[in-house]
């Protein structure tokens, strides 16, 4: 095989600037991916610690990329239970408080274990999954992911290890899985192996962080419905963090490839290979040093360093697993005529060179521009691909996804307090800071209405105080951390303890600056009009003066009573949040607030409320959150008595898409409506 294609190659340094270009436009530049990585840490670094779940974002949502079509992976695990390789490694865990595990791989192909429960665990899900083998309890995968997959989210279906389905056209693919803290053996050599890449501080973070274990068996191997798979992905993730941004960019290249072309080709080779292929092709071709500099000159270069070696490994039918090389990852998917079907079809792209990617209709254009016109030029220079409104649209949509932090009680809002302030003193890049400024924003603003419902009007002074002056304060010191829309938290307060004319007077002024013309919500915005306005101060001033987010009610914690059957419904169905329009919320607080005061007002904001939810079309009420508008817009016309129209809105809300899990509640209020007649 030559070693580049001959017929551009005169002009390929050119073509790869160009799809450069293109890459940094489809999967972001180096800065946008730092912030989805960076925001993303700070979020589980706060979780993890505390609660009884551990969650952790893996796959290529985690790793950075913000690809059309891609699903969402996310792993949990019990932080009570831990897998050991030796019974030796008991001596490090407090076995009163966890329970342990034993990897056991003699029985097993590579890449895959028996994990034997050593003593009995209170966890009815982990009990009910155990099998008695060779006189020992083990825990069946099999029977695992059957009982977590009807638990784990409504109407998921089981695929491979993972419950599976789809929200809102965002198809999802959740694991619960055991953690480890130690490195296998089994993946020894891989840390043999790492001389030049990646750095030996990231190999060693790499082995102390260990890997998980995932609930499917091998095929093909003696005990396939007990065996579990060894998962890193952490590692992996790690991994995909070390390369630089050309590297990661051929990476996302393959990605593409695959989609568009590989997965084309025919029904028999189309499930064949997989993005986990794709990434292991690039681990391997990075870590021997095949091509000596990745730069964005070189990017077809790499791209074409790649796809040999997965040309290669499909013609020998061997895909050797990054970190256990004798796992192959080939063994029970590429073979037999479906091998040799597929290796026919990827040699004929090969034999085509690298006019192959013109089928990758994602970036034909960045191709075909510069052969039809060699002189053109193309800027590589990342902070003029993207712009500064860009990467601010970037950051803050990042942070308000990754606000999602919940505390049950009080005593876990003191914990995520602590945890906080140990992370405020600790080396924070810009990004983190402003993700740190959301999240102390939103524990604080959880912690007032925590505190609120603790302390009911008992007439005691102290108490009274906390129930009223500790939360107030809080919830002012919030909306200097956070964004525009933070300042209805504290109206919502005042509503609540019936100090409407106060309240009114934080939604006036949260109603100006919710009119600005620079203001950015959902990503939109004036573009020059932003950077007139804010476009030389900090981030953080930036947040506070221009920027909304849709309000968002744990519904653990009751905020108004108004909105409670909506809370108490969607907790019934397993969903912990109701997102609300920042718009549609402020006309609901003040005509909540009006009605005792002025009921003029009163009718003529529910008037504002239902030409905004009647006539939007997504910009001030999203798509996915109309359910609760509509529900909001009922609940305020029934208040006033309007029950025709109040009816009509519930069913327009039963007909949206049900993203906040609000249709047992919304069926209640039918009914008691209908009862009227």
Not at 179 to 200: E, I, K, L, M, N
Not at 539 to 557: F, H, P, W, Y
Not at 569 to 580: H, Q
Request: proline share 4%; net charge neutral.
């Amino acid at each position: 095989m030559e070693t580049f294609p001959l017929r551009i190659a005169g002009g390929m340094q050119h073509v790869s600037e160009s799809v450069f270009l293109g890459m940094c436009e489809i999967v972001g530049t180096s800065q946008q991916v730092a912030i989805r990585r960076e925001t993303m840490d700070i979020n589980e670094v706060l979780v993890r610690p505390h609660y009884r779940v551990i969650e952790m974002m893996s796959g290529s949502r985690k790793e950075g990329f913000r690809l059309k079509g891609s699903d969402v992976d996310t792993m949990f695990w019990l932080n009570s239970h831990r897998v050991i390789m030796a019974k030796s490694q008991s001596e490090y865990y407090n076995t009163a408080n966890i329970t342990l595990i034993l990897s056991d791989s003699s029985k097993s192909p590579p890449g895959f274990t028996l994990l034997q429960l050593l003593k009995p665990t209170k966890y009815k899900c982990v009990q009910s999954a155990c099998v008695r083998m060779y006189d020992r309890v083990y825990v069946s995968s099999y029977i695992w992911r059957r009982l977590i997959c009807s638990a784990a989210v409504p109407n998921s279906s089981v695929h491979g290890p993972c419950a599976s389905g789809d929200i809102a056209g965002q198809e999802y693919d959740t694991a619960m899985c055991f953690v480890c803290d130690f490195w296998p053996p089994s993946a020894s050599s891989w840390v043999d192996r790492c001389h030049s890449w990646p750095d030996p501080d990231i190999v060693d973070d790499i082995v102390r962080n260990g890997c998980h274990f995932v609930a499917i068996g091998h095929p093909l191997g003696p005990h396939e419905n007990e065996e579990w798979r060894f998962s890193f992905s952490r590692a992996e993730y790690k991994c995909v963090f070390a390369m630089n941004h050309c590297q990661f960019l051929t990476y996302g290249l393959l990605k593409l490839f695959l989609k568009e072309v590989l997965n084309q080709q025919s029904e028999e080779t189309n499930k064949l290979l997989c993005s986990y292929h794709i990434k292991t092709t690039v681990f391997w071709a990075i870590q021997q040093n095949t091509l000596f500099h990745w730069c964005p000159q070189n990017i077809l270069a790499g791209f074409w360093v790649c796809f040999k070696l997965l040309l290669k490994w499909v013609y020998e039918g061997v895909c050797p697993n990054f970190f256990i090389p004798q796992n192959n990852l080939f063994l029970t998917k590429v073979h037999g005529s479906a091998q040799s079907r597929l290796f026919l079809q990827l040699h004929e792209l090969y034999k085509k060179g690298l006019a192959c990617l013109l089928q990758i209709s994602s970036i034909r254009s960045y191709i075909t521009d510069v052969l039809y016109n060699p002189r053109l030029s193309i800027c590589i220079d990342e902070s003029i691909i993207k712009s500064e409104v860009d990467i601010d649209a970037e950051l803050f949509s990042e942070v308000c996804q990754n606000d999602n932090t919940f505390v049950q009680d009080f005593h876990s809002c003191v914990k995520s307090f602590n945890k906080l302030k140990q992370l405020i003193g600790s080396h924070l890049t810009n990004n983190q800071v402003i993700m740190l400024q959301i999240l102390t924003a939103s524990f604080l603003q959880k912690t007032s209405f925590i505190l609120h419902n603790m302390y009911p009007n008992t007439g005691v002074n102290k108490q009274m105080y906390i129930a009223d002056k500790m939360p107030c304060h809080m919830l002012k010191l919030a909306a200097k951390f956070g964004c525009v829309s933070g300042m209805l938290y504290l109206a919502m307060y005042y509503y609540k303890i019936f100090r409407y004319r106060e309240a009114l007077s934080v939604i006036e002024m949260t109603k100006v600056k919710l009119a600005q013309p620079y203001l950015m919500y959902n990503e939109c915005v004036d573009r020059e009009r932003y950077t007139e306005a804010v476009g030389e101060k900090s981030r953080s001033t930036k947040m506070r003066q221009a920027v909304a987010q849709d309000i968002k009610l744990e519904n653990g914690i009751y905020y108004i009573n108004e909105l409670i059957p909506e809370q108490q419904s969607a907790i019934t169905n397993r969903w912990s949040i109701l997102s609300i329009p920042v718009f549609v919320m402020l006309h609901f607080l003040e005509f909540l607030c009006y009605r005792h005061i002025d009921t003029t007002l009163s009718q003529a904001t529910l008037d504002e409320l239902q030409v905004l939810v009647h006539h939007d079309r997504g910009l001030y009420v999203p798509n996915l959150l109309r359910d609760i508008s509509w529900e909001i817009l009922g609940i305020c016309q029934q208040i006033t008595g309007n029950l025709q129209a109040a009816l009509y809105s519930y069913q327009q809300s039963l007909t949206q898409y049900p993203c906040n899990k609000i249709q047992t509640a919304t069926q209640c209020r039918i009914q008691d409506v209908a009862s009227y007649y």
